[in-house]
């Protein structure tokens, strides 16, 4: 069992930065993928980052590429989500997520955080 707790989130004007940082109680050899997600009010949850714990090989989603940057600290289990040039429509809840095996980049994924708010003002 993973257990996964995000911090960081909040509040910040647009063009602003966030760092949302998530710790997975797992070893990491048990995780393959860790993962962003996001849900903005309304809509679906969708895919923004992920990482291969073991590799730091990463894919994102088209609307954060080159704002966004997903990094690991493999001492500290940690995964973190670096937010810059934020825009409005970047503002939703902001879920860390794991996946156990490899495969599809954006589906699958086995455990969940209870997900951060980020909001981004104009």
């Known amino acids: 069992q993973v257990q996964l707790v995000e911090s960081g989130g909040g509040l910040v004007q647009a063009g602003g930065s966030l760092r949302l940082s998530c710790t997975a109680s797992?070893?990491?050899?048990?995780?393959?993928?860790m993962g962003w997600f996001r849900q903005a009010p309304g809509k679906e949850r969708e895919f923004v980052a992920t990482?291969?714990?073991?590799?730091?090989?990463?894919y994102y989603t088209d609307s954060v590429k080159d704002r966004f940057t997903i990094s690991t600290d493999n001492a500290k289990n940690t995964v973190f989500l670096q937010m810059n040039s934020l825009k409005s429509e970047d503002t939703a809840v902001y879920y860390c997520?794991?996946?156990?095996?490899?495969?599809?980049?954006?589906?699958?994924?086995?455990?969940w955080g209870q997900g951060t708010q980020v909001t981004v003002s104009t």
């Open positions: 797992a070893r990491p050899f048990s995780i393959y993928f």
């Open positions: 990482i291969v714990w073991s590799r730091g090989t990463t």
């Open positions: 997520a794991a996946k156990t095996r490899g495969g599809a980049v954006r589906f699958d994924y086995d455990y």
